[in-house]
């Protein structure tokens, strides 16, 4: 079982920028991929970034060249920098985590999850 908590969101206007981190406690919580996902008023949860514990990263095509996955296996933790953002980018972002095997599954049905945190952009 894995426990993810999320801080780092907030009220930020277009243009801004926010640092969102995860904090992972568990078995095997190096070896999994992580994730952000996020989800806005009356839409689905979707996926924003994950990295594979090589480094490998994915992003959503809305925050390419914008928002920056990391992550430091031995400290298990993982990091989103959100840069240029757009009231668009508004919702609840979640952690996830999951196995490795998923790494080409990255829909949101899969892994463990955070409690969320909110990021606000106003224009």
């Known amino acids: 079982q894995v426990q993810l908590v999320e801080s780092g969101g907030g009220l930020v206007q277009a243009g801004g920028s926010l640092r969102l981190s995860c904090a992972a406690s568990g078995s095997f919580v190096s070896k999994n991929v992580m994730g952000w996902y996020r989800q806005a008023p009356g839409k689905r949860r979707e996926l924003v970034a994950a990295?594979?514990?090589?480094?490998?990263?994915k992003y959503a095509d809305s925050v390419k060249d914008r928002f920056t996955i990391s992550r430091v296996n031995a400290k298990n933790t993982v990091w989103l920098q959100m840069n240029s953002l757009k009231p668009e980018d508004t919702a609840v972002y979640y952690c996830?985590?999951?196995?490795?095997?998923?790494?080409?599954?990255?829909?949101?049905?899969?892994?463990?999850w955070g409690q969320g945190t909110q990021v606000t952009v106003s224009s």
């Open positions: 996830n985590a999951r196995d490795p095997i998923y790494w080409g599954v990255l829909n949101a049905d899969f892994g463990s």
């Open positions: 990295i594979a514990n090589t480094g490998n990263a």
